[in-house]
Each structure stands twice: as structure tokens, then as C-alpha cells.
T-cell receptor, first 115, second 111 residues
Framework: EPEVTQTPSHQVTQMGQEVILRCVPISNHLYFYWYRQILGQKVEFLVSFYNNEISEKSEIFDDQFSVERPDGSNFTLKIRSTKLEDSAMYFC?????????????FGSGTRLTVV | EDQVTQSPEALRLQEGESSSLNCSYTVSGLRGLFWYRQDPGKGPEFLFTLYSAGEEKEKERLKATLTKKESFLHITAPKPEDSATYLCAVQAPRNTDKLIFGTGTRLQVFP
């Protein structure tokens, strides 16, 4: 069964450092998303990406965050200057029809720890 | 404001003891309601999508139903491997695909 692959599974970084979280979505999917889940809290939407541009972003997704699809297969989330409160699980997701009929396929996540 | 509330927060069942999880939502114009299963340290795993009141979907021991205000996930004769957190999410209306998640129900099934 096709899956969304995320790397690394766990990243520890110092406050103020830049991190890049990587995702390989399902190959024939066109819609890509990042969500995050702070420990013990809800899964929260960050950003959606379609046709090589951001289609929607949440209030959380401020100027410190950026996304890119550099080569047609990878989808990355960059946090420019990490803060302690960025510590969370970050999930990449993709879908073929904007989630219709088959839902969204999530990756296993990257646990980001900012120290 | 669009909102999703799940209950109970946690549920402990004996193997074979059927029960239901609830997801109530407040959304102006539901486009879709999703159920996911999440194991510890893993991403949400897609179970069902429901689109209109009265719709039902089944998969093995799970059955999801939808009304205009809530959805139920019925678990029939659960097994220990059904232990997980079950997440409900709604697809917000109007040209957006983002999902709004509830806090989930943590299910534990004991042998």
C-alpha cells in the first residue's frame, strides 16, 4: 500500500537554529499538507500546498515557516529560527482529490524537540 | 467557529464488549467527516469518510454513522489490537481542504 514517508523520525535542535523536515508524498497525489501535534493536544493544520503554491495557511504558519517542493517528489517544511514552543510532532499528508473519497494519507511524523 | 468535540476522552473495554465513540461537530456546511486511528508515536491512519446525514460505513469491527450534529464510531466485539486513539476530523467548508480535528478518544481493550 502506498505511504507517505517522513524523515527524520526524530530531530533535536537548539533554539534559534533552522530545521528542515522532509516528506515524500504518495507519487500520484496532488495536494500536500503539514500538520503538527503538540504533546497531548489536537492535531493542528499548518499549511496546504497545491500546484506548486500555498493554497492555505493557518495563523500558526508565520514568517518563520516555509514549504517547498524542490524536485517533484519531496515536500519540505522549513522552520527558520526554532523556538521552544515549536517542539511537536510534525505530520506530512497528501491526497489525490483534496481529501475526497479516500481521505488524506498521513506520514508517521517527525518528532521535533527544541532545546 | 468550527469545532469538533469527542467523547469520552478515554474508554476501557473488556475484549468482546461493544461500545460507541462520539464526535459532535459545529461546522457551517459540512463537506466531510473523517475518522482516523492513531497509534502512539505514529501518524493518523485513515478509516472512513462520511459526507451526508444518514450515511454509514463499515470496516471489520468498526462502523461509522453520521447525523447532522454528530458521528458515532461503533466498535463491535473489540479485540486488544483495536487499542488506539480514534480521531474525528471535519473538513471545513468553502474552498478549503484543511481538517479540523477533535482531541480524540483513547481506547484500551483488555483481554
Amino acid at each position: 500500500e502506498p505511504e507517505v514517508t517522513q524523515t527524520p523520525s526524530h530531530q533535536v535542535t537548539q533554539m534559534g537554529q533552522e530545521v528542515i523536515l522532509r516528506c515524500v508524498p504518495i507519487s500520484n497525489h496532488l495536494y500536500f499538507y503539514w500538520y503538527r501535534q503538540i504533546l497531548g493536544q489536537k492535531v493542528e493544520f499548518l499549511v496546504s500546498f497545491y500546484n506548486n503554491e500555498i493554497s492555505e495557511k493557518s495563523e500558526i504558519f508565520d514568517d518563520q515557516f516555509s514549504v517547498e517542493r524542490p524536485d517533484g517528489s519531496n515536500f519540505t517544511l522549513k522552520i527558520r529560527s526554532t523556538k521552544l514552543e515549536d517542539s511537536a510532532m510534525y505530520f506530512c499528508a497528501s491526497s489525490g482529490e483534496g481529501g475526497r473519497n479516500y481521505g488524506y494519507t498521513f506520514g508517521s511524523g517527525t518528532r521535533l524537540t527544541v532545546v | 467557529e468550527d469545532q469538533v468535540t469527542q467523547s469520552p476522552e478515554a474508554l476501557r473495554l473488556q475484549e468482546g464488549e461493544s461500545s460507541s465513540l462520539n464526535c459532535s461537530y459545529t461546522v457551517s456546511g459540512l463537506r466531510g467527516l473523517f475518522w482516523y486511528r492513531q497509534d502512539p508515536g505514529k501518524g493518523p491512519e485513515f478509516l472512513f469518510t462520511l459526507y451526508s446525514a444518514g450515511e454509514e460505513k463499515e470496516k471489520e469491527r468498526l462502523k461509522a454513522t453520521l447525523t447532522k450534529k454528530e458521528s458515532f464510531l461503533h466498535i463491535t466485539a473489540p479485540k486488544p489490537e483495536d487499542s488506539a486513539t480514534y480521531l474525528c476530523a471535519v473538513q471545513a467548508p468553502r474552498n478549503t481542504d484543511k481538517l479540523i480535528f477533535g482531541t480524540g478518544t483513547r481506547l484500551q481493550v483488555f483481554p
